[in-house]
C-alpha cells in the first residue's frame, strides 16, 4: 500500500542519540552498473544486530528470486544498515505501544492500522535520507525492515515491511510501489483521495495506457468481468487504486491479493524501471507467469517481455525445439491438450543481441501423463581437456524433473551423476561434463525423465 501523505516534514532534528552502524553486502552483482537496493534495520537493538543481517539475507533472497527480479538478478547489489534502536519493535498506537526506535517509525500511519511508515514529526524520514547518503548514495530501492511482527508495511519513496509471517509477500508488493511506480489494484472503501498514476490502473478503458492497451486480446471484453485464475488474461477489471470505479489490468495479482503472479503489464513495468536505473543496458528476456494448472481444453497467452519498446524479433521454443512460424511477442496455447504440457522459452533478437528466457513450465489440470522424450542426447567426440554437452527434453504432465546417469565404459550398471566435479546440470535437461580425460572413453550418459505419472 502506498502512504496517502507522502509530503513529509523534512526539518532537520537534531539526532538525540548516538548509534552503532554497520553495514554488509549481502548479495554482490556481477561488474558494471548495478542496481542497490538497501535495506535499514528499525526496531533492531544492538543485540539483535544479527538478526538484522538473517532477515536482510532471507528477504533480500526472497526479492531476488521474485519473477520481477530473477531475469536480472545478477545485476543487483543488496546492502543491509544494521542502526541500533533502543528499544524492539515499533509504535502499535491501537494497542497503545510505544517504544524508542531509530527512525520513529508506527503502525497505523494516516489511520490505517496495516499502513506501517515514519511517524510524522518524528525526524525518522531525515535520518534515512542521512543514513543512505552515507553508506549508499546511488541506491535505487530503500526498504526499512521494522522488527515487529505486526502485520504492516508501506511503498513510495521508501518501502517498509514488519517481520510478520507474510513479510517476504508484503515487500514484494511494496517494493512493487517503490521500484516500478505500481498502484494497489483493491478496493478499500476508507480511502477515498487516491488516483490511478500508475502503468496498472486507469480512469477508463478508454484510457488504458499504451502497453497494457497492447496486449488486449480482438476478444476480450472491455469492461471486463469474467473471474480467471490465469494471470495472463489481460483486460480491464473494476477495482483499483481503492476504489471500485477504477480499472487494472488483470483479474488478480501480487499488486491485489498476497503471494499472487505479478502478471505481464506489472512485470513490464518492472523491466522498464531497472531498465531506467541501469541506463539503458539491460537485455534480457522473460516470460509472464502461465496459470499453474490450465483446465483442459482453456487457452492462455505467454508473453514475451522486455525492456523498451525498440523494434526486436522472437523465436519461441518448446522442449528446446523451435517452433516453426511462432515467431511474435506473444504465444497463443489451447484450447489445452496434453501435448501442450511442455517447457517453453523465448528467443529475442534486437540490433544483433539475441537473449533467451528461462523455461517456464505449463501443466494441464484434469490430463497426466507419463513423460516421452521429444530430443534425445547425442553422443560426442570431444579433445582431451574439453567440455561435452548434453540435452535432452522429456513432455509430460506433469512436468518432468530430469536425473542423468553414467555407465563407466565395461560396466554394466548405471549410476545417478550428482552435481560437482567435472558434472553439472545433472538434474536439468542439459549435462556439462568438463575436463574430457582419456579414462572417459567409451563412457555412456543418459537421462531419465520422472513425474508422478511414470518414467523414460
Not at 509471517?165 to 494497489?184: N, P, Q, R, W
Not at 469492461?223 to 487504486?241: C, E, I, K, L, Y
Request: with cysteine; aromatic share 10%.
Amino acid at each position: 500500500m502506498k502512504p496517502l501523505l507522502l509530503v513529509l516534514s523534512l526539518l532537520l532534528l537534531p539526532l538525540l542519540r548516538l548509534s552503532a552502524e554497520e553495514s554488509r553486502l549481502v548479495h554482490a552483482a556481477e561488474a558494471g552498473r548495478a542496481i542497490e537496493i538497501v535495506f535499514m534495520a528499525e526496531g533492531y537493538t544492538e543485540a539483535q544486530k544479527e538478526k538484522f543481517f538473517t532477515d536482510a539475507t532471507a528477504l533480500g533472497n526472497s526479492l531476488l528470486a521474485n519473477e520481477a527480479f530473477l531475469p536480472y538478478a545478477s545485476r543487483v547489489r543488496v546492502l543491509a544498515i544494521h542502526v541500533a534502536s533502543n528499544e524492539s519493535g515499533a509504535d502499535i498506537p491501537r494497542l497503545g505501544v510505544t517504544v524508542d526506535t531509530y527512525f520513529s517509525s508506527t503502525f497505523g500511519y494516516n489511520g490505517v492500522d496495516r499502513l506501517l511508515y515514519f511517524a510524522s514529526g518524528g525526524g525518522g524520514y531525515s535520518r534515512a535520507l542521512t543514513l543512505l547518503q552515507t553508506y549508499a548514495p546511488s541506491y535505487s530501492l530503500a526498504c526499512i525492515l521494522v522488527n515487529s511482527t505486526e502485520y504492516g508495511g508501506a511503498g513510495g519513496g521508501i518501502a517498509f515491511a514488519s517481520m510478520h509471517s507474510s513479510s517476504k509477500d508484503v515487500l514484494i508488493h511494496e517494493v512493487g510501489h517503490s521500484f516500478a511506480d505500481l498502484d494497489d489494484e483493491y478496493v478499500d472503501s476508507g480511502i477515498t483521495s487516491a488516483y490511478p498514476s500508475g502503468p496498472n490502473t486507469a480512469v477508463s478503458t478508454s484510457t488504458l495506457p499504451p502497453f497494457w492497451n497492447s496486449l488486449l486480446l480482438p476478444t476480450t471484453p472491455l469492461p471486463t468481468t469474467q473471474s480467471t485464475t490465469d494471470p495472463n488474461w489481460v483486460g480491464a477489471w473494476a477495482g483499483a487504486s481503492y476504489q471500485d470505479f477504477y480499472y487494472r489490468a488483470t483479474y488478480n495479482s501480487t499488486m491485489r491479493s498476497l503471494g499472487q503472479a505479478f502478471g505481464p503489464v506489472n512485470l513490464k513495468a518492472f523491466l522498464d524501471s531497472a531498465n531506467v536505473k541501469l541506463g539503458g543496458t539491460l537485455r534480457v528476456a522473460t516470460i509472464s507467469r502461465p496459470p499453474g494448472n490450465l483446465p483442459l481444453g482453456s487457452t492462455t497467452t505467454l508473453y514475451s517481455l522486455t525492456p523498451g519498446s525498440a523494434a526486436r524479433t522472437y523465436q519461441w521454443y518448446k522442449d528446446g525445439v523451435a517452433l516453426e512460424g511462432r515467431t511474435a511477442d506473444r504465444l497463443t496455447l489451447g484450447p489445452g491438450t496434453a501435448p501442450d504440457a511442455a517447457l517453453y522459452r523465448v528467443e529475442v533478437s534486437e540490433g544483433g543481441v539475441v537473449v533467451s528466457s528461462a523455461e517456464t513450465s505449463l501443466t494441464l489440470s484434469g490430463v497426466g501423463f507419463a513423460p516421452a522424450f521429444t530430443v534425445q542426447p547425442q553422443g560426442q567426440t570431444c579433445a582431451l581437456g574439453a567440455t561435452a554437452s548434453y540435452s535432452a527434453a522429456a513432455s509430460g504432465s506433469p512436468a518432468a524433473s530430469y536425473s542423468w546417469q553414467r555407465k563407466a565404459a565395461g560396466a554394466s550398471t548405471w549410476s545417478t551423476l550428482g552435481e560437482g566435479g567435472a558434472y553439472s546440470g545433472t538434474s536439468t535437461r542439459q549435462l556439462k561434463v568438463t575436463g574430457m580425460t582419456t579414462a572417459m572413453t567409451g563412457d555412456l550418459f543418459r537421462c531419465v525423465a520422472t513425474n508422478s505419472r511414470g518414467q523414460a
